[in-house]
Structures are given as C-alpha cells and as structure tokens.
C-alpha cells in the first residue's frame, strides 16, 4: 500500500519560523499528487518531512499501514528524485542504475533483470554504456528517474526534478512521466513552483501558501472554482484578470464598465464589503466572433501577440489593479508587468482572425457566466466555490 496520510503536520525551524503549518492529506494509493505554490511556501520542507530528510515539530505520517514519523529515511521505503540529478560521474549508466540493488545485496541475475527493464522503459537501453558526462539534460534526468524506479517503492517523491531542462525538454519529460506512471502506478508526490506543470501532471494538486494548503482539488476544479483569491491568481496562465468591482442592482460595475451580471453567477448577502472580480482572458471575446447575447465593451488595444492558433489583446482599465503579490511568479511577464502598473492591464484572448491592431479600439464580448467573485478582506470566494484545504 502506498497510500500516503498527513495528520496535522508541522515544521518549525530556528527563530520561530513556521515552514509547514498543520498541514492535513490524504493522498491516495497509487495517485500523482502535486504540492505547487510560489517560493518559501513550504512544498519542499513538506516533501521532505514525508520522506524523513527533516523531522517534523508536530504531527504524524502514516505509509500504508505504518506510522513513520520517526523512522529514519531509509525504513521508509520511498525513493526520491531531485533538481539535482545526483549521478555518481565515473559509474556507467548501467551501474548508477544498479548501484541501489547493490547496495541491498541484490543477486547479480535480478539487477541485471531490472536493470534492462527500466533502460526500455524510459528509452536508455542504447546508453547503458556511457557515463553521465556523455549523456544530455533530458538523459540525465532519465537515469535519475530510473534509479528511482527500479527500487520497485512504495511512493515516489520528486522535488522539482524538471526544472534544470530547457523549455521543449520540460514538455517531453512531462509527457514521459504521464506515461510513466500510468505504467506504474506507483504514489507519486511531486514538488513545483510552475503552475502549468502542476495542472498538466496532478490528478489532484494541492496549492500552498505560507506553509498550509489553500486548497486541495483536480486541477480543472482549482481552475474553474479557487477557493480564495490567491488559488485564483496563482492557477491560469495567462493570470486571472482581478479589479475591485460595485454591484449596482443587476449590473457589476468595474472600471468605466458596467455589465449585466448572470442570474445563477452573482454573490448575495455582500452589501458594504470591498468585491474583488475575476475574469479569465477566455471569457473575453472579439464581439465579431462572439454570440450576440452577450454584453460587451469597447476598449482600446494596449499590446496584442498573435501566436497562430490564438491571439492575446491586452487593454487598460481605469480603476487600481488587483494584485496578490505572492501568486506573481517571475517567470510569468505579463503578471510583473502587470503588478507595476498605477491603473488595471486587463488580457483578453481572441480569435486570431480578430481583425485588432494596436492603438485601435476594439468591441469584446464578455461572459457574465463565468465571473468570479471574492471578498476583498479575506479573499474567500463568494460564490462558495472550491473545497478548500481538507484533502
């Protein structure tokens, strides 16, 4: 059983400084669990408390049937990959596979059995020979993944193992552990600060800010219903587009704007508190491509990047922008530019046969269907939406 329990775990270090705080998961025998938010969130210290690099300050771990709060790393029979590849340089690719069953006094005929297995599997078979100084980034990786794998484990932990790859090697790689653990099959809990990767690999993905869990969901839920505001800044890319809003009857007023809310999709009972509106760039669209029941607006064509298959237009708002700083990564251009800005840089993405040009106004369709609504103070979603933390 690999079924993995997290029962109010916490991780306090030097100076009072809470890395991981209460956290409480089940992850499910045989599941890709992924744990993502943005940096000094706590991810890897939580990983790393499951597999027993750091000991927790209070709370306790279940694997299968067995406590192992206390158990030493090796008791716990977890097999872990990390951003560092870790391969022993003078060993071949065969023995850096071996050298775990080895180490445990593994028959010769067995290592050479699953040693073999795992080289077809991950498409090493022709490199069994050659040392890691002769091998690429994705073939590294590959190898560091097999010594993992052929340990034959309970769980798998992966802390960013991807993140030394260029940008088309990170793509494959993911398809490749997609297929690998369909495979397998074996638990997997899987470390990253990119939000695609987490949405692209977690059958479930559990977001995390200041050491505790904002909400624990498949991936298309966290997109489709975050939980707060942070879960709806983070998940999407491009970003959520966030500005302070005004419900004036049936209408919600943001900007220079004031559109027709949905009858099914609009908070109650919120009179006096400050709203915060989230819009995704796809509930935008070029009116000319758009269902005429829909509202729409006319602005005016700040930045527009066409990329063949789609096509981002980016339009101001006079009204302060809405920024959840921590859920700004730095990899993500359009949010930075977007939190130095002094009014509200709104995206929209458009059919590319969109007849817009920069500098040129535009009318867009916008969906009131698919608004979100959050509570300013507290950032909770008004519409009830997400499951929260429990997982």
Do not use: W
């Amino acid at each position: 059983m690999g079924q993995i329990v997290l029962e109010d775990v916490t991780k306090e270090f030097g100076g009072g400084v809470v890395a991981v705080d209460g956290v409480s998961m089940t992850i499910g025998d045989g599941e890709f669990m992924v744990l993502v938010g943005p940096s000094g969130c706590g991810k890897t210290t939580l990983l790393r408390t499951i597999g027993g690099l750091e000991d927790v300050s209070a709370g306790r771990i279940f694997i299968g049937d067995r406590d192992v709060t206390g158990l030493a790393p090796a008791a716990r029979d977890l097999a872990m990959v990390f951003q560092n590849y870790a391969l022993y340089p003078h060993m071949s690719v065969r023995k850096n596979l071996g050298y775990g069953l080895r180490v445990r006094r593994t028959p010769r005929k067995e290592i050479d059995r699953r040693v073999g297995e795992v080289a077809r599997m991950l498409g090493l078979d022709q490199l069994l020979d050659r040392r890691p100084g002769a091998l690429s980034g994705g073939q590294q990786q590959r190898v560091a993944m097999g010594r993992a794998i052929i340990r034959e484990p309970a769980a798998f932990l992966m802390d960013e193992p991807l993140s030394n790859l260029d940008a088309k090697l990170r793509v494959g790689m993911r398809t490749s552990l997609q297929q690998l653990h369909s495979r397998l099959g074996t638990t997997t809990v899987y470390v990253t600060h990119d939000q695609v990767e987490a949405m692209t690999l977690g059958q479930r993905v559990a977001v995390m800010r200041d050491g505790r869990v904002q909400q624990v969901d498949a991936p298309q839920l966290l997109y489709e219903e975050p939980a707060n505001l942070f879960v709806a800044a983070f998940i999407g890319s491009p970003a959520m587009n966030l500005v302070e809003t005004t419900l004036e009857g049936d209408s919600a007023s943001f900007g220079t704007f004031s559109v027709p809310l949905d009858r099914d999709r609009r908070p109650a009972n919120v009179s006096g508190e400050r709203i915060v509106l989230g819009i995704r760039p796809e509930n935008f669209e070029d009116a000319a491509f758009a269902p005429r029941e829909l509202p729409q607006i006319e602005v005016r064509v700040e930045v527009l990047e066409e990329l063949g298959s789609d096509a981002f237009l980016f339009f101001e708002l006079d009204a302060e922008p809405v920024v959840v700083e921590e859920a700004v990564s730095l990899e993500d251009e359009d949010a930075a530019l977007l939190a130095h800005r002094e009014r509200s840089l709104f995206g929209a993405r458009v059919d590319p046969r969109t007849a817009a040009r920069v500098g040129e106004t535009i009318r867009l369709a916008v969906d009131p269907s698919r608004f979100h609504f959050f509570e300013g103070d507290t950032g909770r979603n008004l519409l009830g939406a997400g499951n929260g933390p429990p997982g």
